[in-house]
Every structure is written in C-alpha cells, then in structure tokens.
C-alpha cells in the first residue's frame, strides 16, 4: 500500500502522519512547533528528529511527503510568507529544506487549505458542492473547496480569511490588526479570557477539555462566548462564499457542543433567514447553510497535506 507522510506545522504543534489513500493512519507522532523566534534551526532539529526514522521505515511505500505550513505561501508554494505565530519560518524555503534531506516529492499547502481538503476527502466534506472548514488553533482562517478544488486566491489559501474585524476596541493580533476574528477565537484569545475570569493564567487546552465535559461553569462560559465570536465570523463569510456545509475543525473545536450550539444560535440570528429564503425562492442555486464538527480531529491537517501527492498518483480523484 501506498503512503504519503503528513506534516501539519501549526502554530502550537507540528503533527506528523503516515497517511493510506483511503485515510487510514499508520503512525502519528508530534512535537512543539517552538518557532517564534528568529531563527529556524531549532524547529529544523526538532523537525528532521521526528522524520528521520518514519521515512526510513516507509522508504518502500511512500510516495512524498505533503507540508501543511501554518501562514500565507509563496507562489510557488516552498515558504511561508506571512506567519505570525511562526516568524521564524518567515520566508524560510521549508520545501527546499526537506526535499534536500530526503530526496522525494515535496509538495506544500497554507494549513486552511490542507484543513479543507482533508475534511472534503476523508470527513464530513465528502460529496458537498461547495465547502467550508474553518480551520481554530492557535490562529483561526477558512478554506473552501469548489467541485472538489480548493479556492486559491492568494497566500495558498481562499483569502486571509480569519482577520476579518468582529470588535475594533479588541486587542490586536499577532499580525498587529485590531479585533480580528483571529485574536478574539485563537488561543492568545481564549487565554486572555480565562486571564480575566479566573485571575490567573490557565492554558487554552485545559479550558477547551473543561467546556467540552462541562465540568467547569466558568470554562463554559468562556467557550460560548467563543462559539459566538464564531458563529459571527461564518456569517460574515458566508455572505461571500456561500458555502452549503462549514466544518470547525482544529484543537478549539474540540470543545465540541458547547462550542457548536453558541455558534449555530449566532449564525442563525445574524443570517439565518437569509439563507433560508435563498435556499426557498432560489431554484436550486442556492442553500441552506449546515454547520458541522469535522470528523478529523487532531489529524485534519495531515490528512490534507497527504491529498495533492495521491491526486498525482491517480488514487484520489
């Protein structure tokens, strides 16, 4: 069987996966992404650390090895160009670097891309004309995909997509704009919200763990107020893109149906007879909008990363 080795490089954590054509995952492996500085080396150490024997053991069958690369891409898709919770690989040819060690097909995409293709050939996506992922970790954005092929507008991507404005007097992002939808969604924004409610410093992963088994009133709350700032950023995309499903996938949306439910109220409320009425006196043309958790889970990324090299194999359509 043939594989093709995922890497998801994400703003908290790079995740590693030998991935089979039919999705299936043989081996995962992650470390820290640790890459806010200036120089890359370290991340390359940690990197080629965590390669080196999967490759070795999968020389036989792998095809390539696909980077899903948290920030906007070059055009030529071998570097990061904005990336600003990883500025050390800030127009670094991450690509070239692999390619060099390992010797086999190399290909890259901006991580929402990679998010959306592995919901559409491997999730919930499969079969819907026109499709959403919104993409939440430590930084947020959304990818489309279109009859199969994702939207490309620039940066790799359908558009940066999660620096839309949901509150000007907010704090500014890592990108130094005010009130995104990023630093309000991202973990720097639900960090900063567990700083004001419980008094004191408690990481986003144990918040998000706490609103998902409803074990903490507080951790709830926090994670509605999330689900909202979400459902508000999905209707100010889908006016635009008109999507017939939207996936949440990513470490937030492991929160689950206290994250969900906050986010389907606020789309309905802002948008939802809109799209009804199209979807009732459109013909066909349009729909009503579904709102989804993907099914990928931590491995959405790597999963998609994987899709480009079995295209070009000829085992994925």
């Known amino acids: 069987m043939r594989t093709v080795l995922g890497i998801d490089i994400g703003g908290t954590a790079t995740k590693l996966a030998v991935v089979q054509p039919d999705g299936t995952i043989l081996h995962r492996d992650k470390f820290a992404t640790d890459a806010r500085g200036t120089d ?47 500025p050390a690989l800030r127009n670094v040819d991450v690509r070239g670097a692999v390619e060099a060690r390992y010797g086999l097909p190399v290909v890259m995409n901006n991580d929402l891309t990679a998010h959306a293709l592995g919901e559409y050939y491997f999730g919930c996506g499969q079969g819907i004309e026109r499709f959403m992922c919104l993409a939440m970790g430590t930084g947020l954005g959304a990818a489309l995909i279109v009859t199969g092929k994702p939207l490309i507008i620039d940066g790799g991507n359908s558009g940066n997509t999660g620096l839309i404005i949901l509150d000007p007097t907010a704090p500014r992002d890592a ?40 074990r903490d009133t507080t951790a709830v709350a926090i994670m509605t107020q999330v689900g909202t700032w979400t459902g508000q950023t999905l209707a100010s995309l889908s006016v635009i893109f008109y999507p017939h499903c939207i996936a949440l996938t990513g470490g937030t949306a492991s929160a689950g149906t206290v994250l969900l439910d906050a986010c389907r109220a606020e789309f309905d409320r802002l948008v939802g007879d809109f799209f009804r009425d199209l979807a009732a006196n459109t013909g066909g043309n349009f729909q009503d909008v579904e709102i989804v958790l993907g099914e990928g889970g931590a491995d959405t990324g790597a999963l998609g990363a994987a899709v480009e090299l079995f295209q070009q194999a000829g085992l994925l359509p």
Request: net charge neutral; proline share 7%.
């Open 40 to 86: 890359p080396a370290p991340f390359f150490t940690r990197l080629f650390a965590a390669m080196d024997g999967v490759v070795e053991q999968s020389r036989d069958s792998i095809l390539g090895i696909g980077i899903s690369a948290h920030g906007e891409v070059d055009r030529e898709r071998r570097r990061p160009i904005i990336a600003g919770n990883t």
């Open 175 to 214: 990108n130094g704009i005010r009130g995104s939808a990023e630093s309000l969604i991202g973990v720097p924004g639900i960090e900063r919200l567990a700083r004001e409610r419980y008094g004191q410093p408690v990481p986003a992963h144990e918040v998000i763990a706490a609103a998902r088994d409803q």
